[in-house]
C-alpha cells in the first residue's frame, strides 16, 4: 500500500531548463512534506519541505508546490543544473504530535540533468 | 566530521550468520532510526529510537534487534541472515520526534549482501 507515490522513476533535462518532479499522496492525514536528494552510495540528504497550510515554499533554485485538494506536490528546480543529477525522493509526516518522527517515502525519481 | 556515521560501508556474509552494523550520530539529537532500502528502491522504516526508547517497531522479523546503548548509537544486530535481507540500510537521526518539520539526517548506508 505505497501511500507515497512517485509515479516517473526517471526524468531527464536539458542544463538551464525547469526540472519537473512530482509526487502523489493517498493519506489525508499528512501534513508535513519533504523533499530529500541522493547521490549514489550516499545516504539521501534533505532538500526542502512545506508544511500543509501553505501551497509554496521557495529556496533557491528549489520551490515546492502543494495541493492539498489534489493530493499531489511538486518539486521545481530551476535553473537546472548538472550538479543536480540525484535521485529525489518525496516524503511525508504527520507534522506534530505522536506520529511526526515517522516519515514514509516514495520511490524516488532519477533525475538526470544534461549539459 | 561526520554527522551520522555507519560502519561497514560494505558487509558481504552467507546464509545463517549474525552480523550487526553500527551507527553513530554527532548532532546531539534525540531521535535515532534505521531504514531499509530493498532492492525495489523504497525506503522504509524499521526502528526508531527516542532517548534509547523503542518508540517505532514496524512489522520486521525477531532476526532483527536494535540496540541503543546511548542516545549517540543505535546499532542493528541480525541474526540468522536470510538472502532476502539483502538490502542497504540506512542510520537516520533528527533532532526532535514532536518537534513540526521533522528533518531527518541520513548516514551514508551500509550495503548488506547474503550469500
Not at chain 1, 502523489?24 to 550516499?42: G, V
Not at chain 2, 532476502?84 to 551500509?110: I, K, M
Request: hydrophobic content about 30%; aromatic content about 12%; overall charge positive.
Amino acid at each position: 500500500d505505497q501511500q507515497v507515490k512517485q509515479n516517473s522513476p526517471s526524468l531527464s533535462v536539458q542544463e538551464g531548463r525547469i526540472s519537473i518532479l512530482n509526487c502523489d499522496y493517498t493519506n489525508s492525514m499528512f501534513d508535513y512534506f519533504l523533499w530529500y536528494k541522493k547521490y549514489p552510495a550516499e545516504g539521501p540528504t534533505f532538500l526542502i519541505s512545506i508544511s500543509s497550510i501553505k501551497d509554496k515554499n521557495e529556496d533557491g533554485r528549489f520551490t515546492v508546490f502543494l495541493n492539498k485538494s489534489a493530493k499531489h506536490l511538486s518539486l521545481h528546480i530551476v535553473p537546472s543544473q548538472p550538479g543536480d543529477s540525484a535521485v529525489y525522493f518525496c516524503a511525508a509526516s504527520v507534522g506534530s504530535g505522536a506520529g511526526s518522527y515517522q516519515l514514509t517515502f516514495g520511490k524516488g525519481t532519477k533525475l538526470s540533468v544534461i549539459p | 566530521d561526520t554527522a551520522v556515521s555507519q560502519t561497514p560501508k560494505y558487509l558481504v556474509t552467507q546464509m545463517g550468520n549474525d552480523k550487526s552494523i553500527k551507527c553513530e550520530q554527532n548532532l546531539g539529537h534525540d531521535t535515532m532510526y534505521w531504514y531499509k532500502q530493498d532492492s525495489k528502491k523504497f525506503l522504509k522504516i524499521m526502528f526508531s529510537y527516542n532517548n534509547k526508547e523503542l518508540i517505532i517497531n514496524e512489522t520486521v522479523p525477531n532476526r532483527f534487534s536494535p540496540k541503543s546503548p546511548d542516545k549517540a548509537h543505535l546499532n542493528l544486530h541480525i541474526n540468522s541472515l536470510e538472502l532476502g535481507d539483502s538490502a542497504v540500510y540506512f542510520c537516520a537521526s533528527s533532532q526532535d520526534r514532536l518537534v513540526r518539520g521533522n528533518e531527518q539526517y541520513f548516514g551514508p548506508g551500509t550495503r548488506l549482501t547474503v550469500t
